[in-house]
């Protein structure tokens, strides 16, 4: 099974005005623009730092500046892009501050839904998927599957709670974490990522509050290690 993406591509060909031929509404434009930007931003070739433009937004996908701006508006509201005055509309970077933030927020939904779960007596119907999938992404060396099937772990987790509100807050910061991922490879042993977050799942289910918090701690130490590392000349 291949893991749901984190976004979808658009061309500006895909861009359609009114219902389709058989009769269903097509996406709105700026939603389209906010998809094909979106999935530059997650797959890396949008770097963070970025400047976007509603001129050149517009002019790549044949759209008004309007609909380019009501695009980054969405994008900004998801924290992938940030607007700044005089400095215009950028891809996100998310500092160590920031990180540590997200992660906090992450660790509140993410508990809560899986209390939720527990209380249920359920298990996530797609998280083994899930981890098949992690385990056969990092096996082949697939950063970007790896993260995919990353996040479709938590977003399994997250979304067997059945709350609609829950599950569509944590996606936004899926997204943001995604985005910090994409840039900044933690220094994990071949098979390590999988193997931990089997463990993770199983003490998740039987302890929430635990499990989710001395996970999502141990993941921030990582990534924070693996920026510095980044950064680290030679």
């Given amino acids: 099974m291949v893991p749901p993406t984190a976004a979808s591509t658009a061309s500006s ?22 998809d094909a930007v979106r999935s530059g931003i997650l797959s890396g070739e949008l770097a963070p730092g970025t400047p976007l433009r509603e001129e050149e937004l517009s002019a790549t996908h044949g759209v008004s500046r309007h609909t380019a701006r009501t695009a980054l508006a969405t994008l900004t509201a998801e924290r992938l892009v940030t607007a700044e005055p005089y400095r215009g509309v950028r891809v996100s970077l998310l500092d160590d501050a920031a990180l540590v933030a997200l992660q906090q927020l992450r660790c509140a939904l993410e508990t809560e839904a899986l209390r939720i779960v527990r209380d249920r ?21 697939d950063w970007p599957a ?10 399994a ?13 944590y996606r936004r910061l899926d997204s943001e ?6 840039h900044v490879r933690p220094a994990y042993s ?11 799942v199983e003490a998740a289910l039987a302890d929430p509050g635990r499990a989710v918090r001395e996970h999502l701690d141990h993941s921030t130490r990582m990534i924070i290690e693996g920026r510095r590392a980044a950064d680290r000349p030679g």
Wanted: aromatic letters at 2%; glycine letters at 8%.
């Fill in 13 to 34: 060909a895909s861009i359609r005005h009114g219902p389709r031929r058989d009769g269903t509404p097509g996406p709105r434009a700026a939603d389209v623009v906010a």
């Fill in 121 to 141: 007596g359920i298990r996530p119907p797609d998280v083994d998927a899930a981890l098949d999938a992690l385990a056969a992404a990092e096996a082949s060396g």
């Fill in 146 to 155: 790896t993260l995919e099937s990353h996040a479709w772990v938590h977003r």
């Fill in 157 to 169: 987790l997250v979304d067997a709670a059945d709350s609609p509100r829950i599950a569509e807050e």
């Fill in 177 to 182: 974490m995604h985005l910090l991922l994409t």
């Fill in 190 to 200: 071949p098979g390590a990522l999988a193997e931990e977050h089997r463990a993770y």
